[in-house]
C-alpha cells in the first residue's frame, strides 16, 4: 500500500494595500509578497476602493512559476461587481511554497484613490 498524506488547512488571508495612488498612475507590490513556508490555495477574491465606486485595473501573477492569473490587467468592478466585495475563484489558485506574489494596480478614476485587495485561501501544512 502507498503511503497517505494528509493535509492540515489553515484559513489564511493575504491583504494587499496600493494606498493613494494617484489617476491613471500604475502601482505594484515592490518587493513581490513571499508567500512563506508553505503552500498557499487561494479561494477567494475581495476587492475594495476608498473611492465608492473606484475602478482600478489588476494583474495578479506567481513570479516562481511564471503564471499570470488573467491575460491581461482585469478592471477591479469585472473581478469583484461592487455589490458584492468578494467572489469565490471558479477553481482554487496555487501558490507554492516560498513563491511569491506580484500585483499591479492602475488607478483608472479620475481622482487619487487607495485600493485594497484580499486573496482569501488556506495553507497546507
Known sequence: MGEQRFVIAVP???PVTFAAVAAG?????????NV???NF???????QTANSG?????????????KNFMESAVRSNLLVPNDNKMVDIPRPGR???FSSIYVEATNNGGSQDSLYIALHGYLEQ
Open 12 to 14: 489564511y488571508v493575504i
Open 25 to 33: 498612475v500604475m502601482s505594484n507590490t515592490t518587493p513581490a509578497i
Open 36 to 38: 512563506g513556508p508553505y
Open 41 to 47: 490555495v487561494w479561494t477567494r477574491l475581495a476587492i
Open 54 to 66: 473606484g475602478v482600478f485595473s489588476v494583474m495578479i501573477k506567481d513570479v516562481a512559476d511564471s
Open 95 to 97: 501558490f507554492n511554497a
